[in-house]
Protein backbone atom coordinates (compact mmCIF):
# COMPACT_ATOMS: atom_id res chain seq x y z
CA UNK A 1 0.00 0.00 0.00
CA UNK A 2 1.80 3.48 -1.00
CA UNK A 3 2.04 6.01 2.07
CA UNK A 4 0.83 9.46 1.92
CA UNK A 5 3.06 11.50 -0.61
CA UNK A 6 4.17 15.12 -0.20
CA UNK A 7 6.31 17.65 -2.01
CA UNK A 8 8.77 19.39 -2.31
CA UNK A 9 10.15 17.86 1.03
CA UNK A 10 12.31 21.05 0.99
CA UNK A 11 11.84 24.33 0.27
CA UNK A 12 13.38 27.90 1.58
CA UNK A 13 11.40 31.25 0.16
CA UNK A 14 11.88 34.99 1.32
CA UNK A 15 9.37 36.67 3.80
CA UNK A 16 6.52 37.79 1.77
CA UNK A 17 6.68 35.25 -0.68
CA UNK A 18 4.28 32.69 -1.81
CA UNK A 19 4.41 29.03 -1.62
CA UNK A 20 2.73 25.95 -2.16
CA UNK A 21 2.48 22.16 -0.88
CA UNK A 22 0.96 19.33 -2.47
CA UNK A 23 -0.15 16.18 -0.82
CA UNK A 24 -1.62 12.88 -1.95
CA UNK A 25 -3.03 10.99 0.72
CA UNK A 26 -3.58 6.72 1.26
CA UNK A 27 -5.71 5.74 -1.24
CA UNK A 28 -9.28 5.19 0.31
CA UNK A 29 -8.67 7.80 3.09
CA UNK A 30 -11.93 10.04 3.41
CA UNK A 31 -10.14 12.35 6.03
CA UNK A 32 -7.07 14.60 5.26
CA UNK A 33 -4.93 16.56 7.56
CA UNK A 34 -2.60 19.45 7.04
CA UNK A 35 -0.32 20.03 10.88
CA UNK A 36 2.14 22.53 11.20
CA UNK A 37 5.27 21.04 13.37
CA UNK A 38 7.75 23.95 14.68
CA UNK A 39 10.94 22.34 15.96
CA UNK A 40 10.76 20.78 19.49
CA UNK A 41 6.87 21.25 19.40
CA UNK A 42 4.21 18.57 18.71
CA UNK A 43 2.14 18.58 15.29
CA UNK A 44 -0.44 21.86 15.34
CA UNK A 45 -4.02 21.01 12.99
CA UNK A 46 -3.99 23.61 10.66
CA UNK A 47 -7.00 22.39 8.81
CA UNK A 48 -8.98 18.93 8.59
CA UNK A 49 -11.09 17.60 4.87
CA UNK A 50 -13.31 15.06 5.24
CA UNK A 51 -13.73 14.24 1.19
CA UNK A 52 -13.82 17.56 -0.08
CA UNK A 53 -15.21 19.58 2.77
CA UNK A 54 -13.56 20.87 5.79
CA UNK A 55 -14.42 19.63 9.15
CA UNK A 56 -12.15 21.88 10.87
CA UNK A 57 -9.73 25.09 10.29
CA UNK A 58 -10.47 26.90 13.47
CA UNK A 59 -6.01 27.25 13.62
CA UNK A 60 -5.36 28.31 10.28
CA UNK A 61 -4.43 31.83 9.88
CA UNK A 62 -6.83 32.39 6.80
CA UNK A 63 -4.99 36.11 6.18
CA UNK A 64 -2.25 33.75 5.25
CA UNK A 65 -3.26 30.45 4.68
CA UNK A 66 -5.72 28.66 2.05
CA UNK A 67 -5.99 25.28 1.96
CA UNK A 68 -8.31 23.17 -0.74
CA UNK A 69 -9.22 19.68 -2.15
CA UNK A 70 -11.42 20.24 -4.53
CA UNK A 71 -11.52 16.43 -5.89
CA UNK A 72 -11.43 14.83 -1.96
CA UNK A 73 -8.21 13.65 -3.00
CA UNK A 74 -5.15 15.41 -2.74
CA UNK A 75 -4.73 18.69 -1.62
CA UNK A 76 -2.68 21.70 -1.67
CA UNK A 77 -1.74 23.92 0.95
CA UNK A 78 -0.31 27.56 -0.11
CA UNK A 79 0.66 30.54 2.36
CA UNK A 80 1.07 33.89 0.96
CA UNK A 81 2.64 36.41 1.97
CA UNK A 82 5.10 34.17 4.08
CA UNK A 83 6.23 35.06 7.18
CA UNK A 84 9.34 34.31 9.24
CA UNK A 85 7.53 32.45 11.63
CA UNK A 86 5.92 30.24 9.45
CA UNK A 87 9.47 28.39 9.35
CA UNK A 88 7.85 24.84 10.15
CA UNK A 89 7.65 21.22 9.17
CA UNK A 90 4.20 20.79 7.35
CA UNK A 91 2.79 17.52 8.05
CA UNK A 92 0.43 16.07 5.81
CA UNK A 93 -1.95 12.75 7.27
CA UNK A 94 -5.05 10.61 6.00
CA UNK A 95 -7.34 8.69 7.55
CA UNK A 96 -9.96 6.24 6.95
CA UNK A 97 -13.00 7.25 7.81
CA UNK A 98 -14.13 4.76 10.35
CA UNK A 99 -10.85 3.61 11.65
CA UNK A 100 -9.57 6.60 12.64
CA UNK A 101 -6.07 5.81 12.50
CA UNK A 102 -4.02 8.86 10.92
CA UNK A 103 -0.36 8.41 9.01
CA UNK A 104 1.62 10.89 8.15
CA UNK A 105 3.51 11.70 4.74
CA UNK A 106 7.34 12.55 4.91
CA UNK A 107 6.65 16.47 5.41
CA UNK A 108 8.12 20.05 3.84
CA UNK A 109 10.59 21.57 5.64
CA UNK A 110 9.96 25.46 5.06
CA UNK A 111 12.59 27.51 5.92
CA UNK A 112 11.41 31.67 5.40
CA UNK A 113 14.46 34.27 5.48
CA UNK B 1 -11.49 22.64 22.75
CA UNK B 2 -9.45 19.81 22.99
CA UNK B 3 -6.14 19.95 25.24
CA UNK B 4 -3.68 17.02 25.64
CA UNK B 5 -1.06 17.49 28.23
CA UNK B 6 2.40 15.36 27.92
CA UNK B 7 4.67 14.56 30.69
CA UNK B 8 7.88 14.48 30.91
CA UNK B 9 9.09 16.91 28.32
CA UNK B 10 12.12 14.39 28.64
CA UNK B 11 12.52 11.23 30.12
CA UNK B 12 16.77 9.34 30.23
CA UNK B 13 16.54 5.85 30.88
CA UNK B 14 19.45 3.01 31.51
CA UNK B 15 19.31 0.30 28.65
CA UNK B 16 16.38 -2.31 29.90
CA UNK B 17 14.73 -0.01 32.35
CA UNK B 18 11.06 1.10 31.99
CA UNK B 19 9.79 4.26 30.32
CA UNK B 20 6.54 5.53 30.88
CA UNK B 21 4.81 8.91 29.54
CA UNK B 22 1.98 9.87 30.60
CA UNK B 23 -0.74 12.35 28.96
CA UNK B 24 -4.07 14.08 30.02
CA UNK B 25 -6.98 15.53 27.70
CA UNK B 26 -9.89 17.48 28.09
CA UNK B 27 -12.85 16.44 25.78
CA UNK B 28 -15.02 13.82 27.78
CA UNK B 29 -16.06 13.18 24.07
CA UNK B 30 -12.68 12.01 23.18
CA UNK B 31 -12.86 8.04 21.78
CA UNK B 32 -9.26 7.23 20.77
CA UNK B 33 -5.82 7.92 21.33
CA UNK B 34 -2.96 6.76 19.12
CA UNK B 35 0.74 7.37 20.02
CA UNK B 36 3.64 8.07 17.39
CA UNK B 37 7.50 7.89 17.41
CA UNK B 38 9.20 10.27 15.85
CA UNK B 39 12.73 9.99 15.07
CA UNK B 40 14.85 12.90 13.78
CA UNK B 41 14.01 14.73 10.50
CA UNK B 42 11.61 11.43 10.05
CA UNK B 43 7.64 11.42 9.73
CA UNK B 44 5.86 10.65 12.96
CA UNK B 45 5.01 6.80 12.79
CA UNK B 46 2.02 5.45 14.53
CA UNK B 47 3.07 2.94 16.96
CA UNK B 48 0.31 1.49 19.04
CA UNK B 49 -3.55 2.78 19.91
CA UNK B 50 -6.58 2.02 22.33
CA UNK B 51 -9.94 3.15 21.88
CA UNK B 52 -12.22 4.27 24.49
CA UNK B 53 -14.15 0.99 25.14
CA UNK B 54 -10.72 -0.82 26.26
CA UNK B 55 -8.55 0.16 29.15
CA UNK B 56 -5.35 -1.73 28.22
CA UNK B 57 -3.29 -2.77 25.15
CA UNK B 58 -0.19 -4.86 24.61
CA UNK B 59 2.16 -5.23 21.84
CA UNK B 60 5.21 -6.78 22.49
CA UNK B 61 7.61 -4.10 24.51
CA UNK B 62 4.86 -1.45 24.63
CA UNK B 63 1.62 -1.22 26.16
CA UNK B 64 -1.24 2.01 26.48
CA UNK B 65 -3.61 1.89 29.33
CA UNK B 66 -6.36 4.30 29.56
CA UNK B 67 -8.36 6.03 32.84
CA UNK B 68 -10.68 7.14 30.76
CA UNK B 69 -12.56 8.32 34.47
CA UNK B 70 -9.62 10.53 35.29
CA UNK B 71 -9.28 11.37 31.86
CA UNK B 72 -5.41 10.20 31.26
CA UNK B 73 -3.41 7.28 29.44
CA UNK B 74 0.07 6.06 29.25
CA UNK B 75 2.36 4.73 27.40
CA UNK B 76 4.25 2.19 28.91
CA UNK B 77 7.71 0.62 26.94
CA UNK B 78 9.20 -2.05 29.02
CA UNK B 79 13.29 -3.30 28.40
CA UNK B 80 14.00 0.02 26.41
CA UNK B 81 16.55 -0.74 24.11
CA UNK B 82 18.67 2.35 22.32
CA UNK B 83 16.71 2.46 19.05
CA UNK B 84 13.89 3.52 21.30
CA UNK B 85 15.22 7.02 21.76
CA UNK B 86 12.84 8.92 19.55
CA UNK B 87 10.12 11.78 20.41
CA UNK B 88 7.35 10.16 21.23
CA UNK B 89 3.69 11.95 20.71
CA UNK B 90 0.28 11.10 22.00
CA UNK B 91 -2.81 12.31 20.48
CA UNK B 92 -6.80 12.22 21.33
CA UNK B 93 -9.46 12.23 18.77
CA UNK B 94 -12.40 13.88 19.40
CA UNK B 95 -15.73 13.58 17.66
CA UNK B 96 -15.39 14.77 13.84
CA UNK B 97 -12.08 12.47 14.20
CA UNK B 98 -9.89 15.87 15.30
CA UNK B 99 -6.47 14.47 15.78
CA UNK B 100 -4.94 17.02 18.60
CA UNK B 101 -1.39 15.51 19.45
CA UNK B 102 0.43 16.54 22.98
CA UNK B 103 3.87 18.79 22.87
CA UNK B 104 6.02 15.60 22.78
CA UNK B 105 8.34 13.46 25.01
CA UNK B 106 12.24 13.34 23.85
CA UNK B 107 13.16 9.83 25.30
CA UNK B 108 16.84 9.08 25.64
CA UNK B 109 17.93 5.53 26.07
CA UNK B 110 21.56 5.07 27.71
CA UNK B 111 23.45 2.32 26.76
Known amino acids: EAGVAQSPRYKIIEKRQSVAFWCNPI?????LYWYQQILGQGPKLLIQ????????DSQLPKDRFSAERLKGVDSTLKIQPAKLEDSAVYLCASSPLADGRAFFGQGTRLTVV | GENVEQHPSTLSVQEGDSAVIKCTYS??????FPWYKQELGKRPQLIIDIRSNVGEKKDQRIAVTLNKTAKHFSLHITETQPEDSAVYFC??????????FGAGTILRVKS
Open chain 1, 49 to 56: FQNNGVVD
Open chain 1, 27 to 31: SGHAT
Open chain 2, 27 to 32: DSASNY
Open chain 2, 91 to 100: ASREYGNKLV
